[in-house]
């Protein structure tokens, strides 16, 4: 029987109306409403497009939303400034710098700058060691992740007692997917294993996973064969392997592979994500989710 595909579009639509269903019964009961700033130094075009999506989805859910346009040659101390400025803003929830900064920039020192209560990426040191506590510690569980687990969640698919394989150990994707998922509580509990490029057997470690979850940036490195009976396999992978023209809009497309050969693998797996329209489209879904409850926490709600 063909996997059963997981939809990141259709889901991410679901968890946007929730959402929106939450903000206006905050609003009735608490006259407030999430507020998110997005700043954006300089104009780079692939910045820009990301951040007006943000901008633009938080309007559509009834966010307050701020988009703030710094020019490229901003002083670092006047960026920090900026920073505390929205850190004592009690309308904004979550804040977010948008990389890449200028090269006269201290990427690290600015994000570390942003108060972790309304770090809503959840990259800051204290919500990368709130998630690795877990329970009630966690605030902002990074939202690629996030959205992984979230993927898994609305499957049906145990997670309590899986094998989970994880490739890849970024920091923003493998670490952190492998701490949430490995956490005493529901929609976790499972085995963990993380492998890398100096893993000796990866096709062993992946041919016994229940959960497997890919996210190496390398096209097609999981075979068919690797994949066992009725896995769910979540494919993080994003990798530009060529462009076409678009029949629709006449554009040239860049054309999207995963890390799991999609057509071969959907035959074996139980459950699998396509690249794009899989884990893609969830980031931005838990990013909104994120500065709503940001907005909880304060309410103590
Ligand atoms: P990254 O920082 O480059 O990390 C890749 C990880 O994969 C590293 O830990 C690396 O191992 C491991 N790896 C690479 N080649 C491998 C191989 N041949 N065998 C075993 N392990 C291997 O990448 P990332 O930022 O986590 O992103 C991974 C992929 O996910 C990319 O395609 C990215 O575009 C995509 N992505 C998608 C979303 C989204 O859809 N929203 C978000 C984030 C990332 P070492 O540590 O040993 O080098």
């Known amino acids: 029987m063909p996997a059963i595909i997981l939809n990141g ?7 946007l109306a929730e959402i929106r269903q939450e903000v206006e019964a905050i609003k009735a009961a608490h006259g407030v409403v999430p507020g998110l700033v997005t700043i954006l130094v300089g104009s780079n075009p ?10 633009k989805t938080a309007h559509s859910l009834g966010f307050k939303e701020i988009q703030d346009n710094q020019p490229e040659d901003i002083s670092e101390a006047a960026l920090l400034g900026l920073l505390d400025q ?3 803003d009690e309308t904004i929830h979550g804040i977010l710098v948008q990389l890449p ?5 201290d990427e690290k020192l600015v994000l570390n700058a942003i108060d972790p209560d309304k770090d809503v990426d959840g990259f800051h040191p204290v919500n990368v060691g709130r998630l690795v506590i877990g329970g009630s510690e966690v605030k902002f569980p990074p939202c690629t992740p996030a959205g992984i687990q979230e993927m898994i969640r609305r499957s049906g698919v145990e997670t309590r007692g899986a094998e989970v394989v994880v490739v890849g150990r970024s920091n923003i994707v493998g670490k952190p997917i492998a701490n949430m998922l490995l956490q005493k509580g529901s929609g976790a509990n499972a085995t963990v294993t993380v492998v890398h490029t100096a893993t000796r ?9 229940d959960i497997l979850i890919v996210a190496a940036g390398v096209p097609g490195l999981v075979k068919p064969e690797w994949i066992k009976p009725g896995a769910c396999v979540i494919d993080v992978g994003v990798n530009r392997v060529g462009e076409t023209v678009s029949p629709t809009t006449g ?3 860049a054309i999207l592979r995963g890390d799991v050969d999609f057509e071969e693998a959907s035959k074996i797996a139980g459950f699998i994500t396509p ?8 980031t931005i879904a838990m990013l909104m989710r994120n500065t709503l409850n940001s907005l909880k926490f304060k309410l103590q709600i």
């Open 101 to 105: 900064l200028p090269p006269h920039i």
């Open 251 to 253: 554009k040239t497309v």
């Open 9 to 15: 579009t259709e889901i991410r639509k679901e968890i």
């Open 46 to 55: 692939a910045s820009l497009s990301y951040v007006s999506l943000k901008v």
């Open 275 to 282: 690249v794009p329209g899989g884990v893609g489209p969830m």
């Open 86 to 88: 929205y850190r004592r």
């Open 201 to 209: 057997n990866l096709a062993a470690h992946c041919q016994r996973a």
